[in-house]
């Protein structure tokens, strides 16, 4: 866990990359799409609870090593930092399969700031691997858990996804190949 910021100014930025981009449950002063580069968006975190069971889990989203990933950067007033950390901290470290970390992102108007974000922890018994496409999609169409359908969750991510104007041609390609799998029960 981290507890120095890495000198960042009173107000911080916080990167989303799945429901922290229209849910963040925070205020915040500034809003603005964001990329994050040696990172991608990915199904690699084995869900046993909400969207799956220990003996079919599901996937949800994490932020795993390679590639860039589109999101929305949000600045935190220096007021409100640490009850967004502390927040931030409750929301994303349950398990601790996600890593509290800064890494720089290049915001859409061409500023360079540095974020906290919540990447992947590899060693984790909850991380799933780099999955290809068929073969999250499979394990998405079966999977079920206390939050419901792991379908559910993948869907209704590409829709924000979408109407946000963000392309995820991967997880575009998982959710094509769920509804194939769906379309054959």
């Not at 989303?16 to 690699?44: K, T």
């Not at 949000?74 to 930092?81: C, K, M, V």
């Not at 700031?113 to 068929?134: E, F, K, N, P, S």
Request: charged fraction near 25%.
């Amino acid at each position: 866990m981290m507890t120095d910021m890495g000198g960042i100014s009173d107000d911080i930025w916080v990167f989303g990359y799945g429901s922290l981009m229209w849910n963040p449950g925070f205020a915040f002063v500034e809003q603005i799409r964001a990329r994050v580069f040696g990172y991608r968006r990915a199904l690699c975190v084995r869900s046993q609870v909400h969207r799956g069971t220990a003996e079919r889990p599901g996937l949800v989203l994490g932020l795993d090593r390679g590639g860039s990933c589109l999101g929305m950067a949000f600045r935190i007033a220096g007021g409100d930092r640490e009850a967004v950390i502390a927040y931030l901290r409750e929301r994303e470290l349950v398990t601790h399969v996600y890593k509290e970390r800064l890494v720089p992102l290049r915001l859409a108007d061409g500023r360079t700031v540095t974020a906290l974000a919540y990447v992947i922890d590899r060693a984790h018994l909850q991380y799933a691997g780099a999955l290809q496409a068929d073969e999250a999609a499979l394990i998405v169409a079966q999977a079920r858990g206390r939050s419901g359908e792991n379908v559910d969750y993948v869907m209704n991510t590409l829709d924000h996804l979408r109407a946000m104007g963000i392309r995820d041609h991967w997880l575009e390609e998982v959710g094509r190949g769920v509804q194939t799998l769906l379309a054959k029960r």
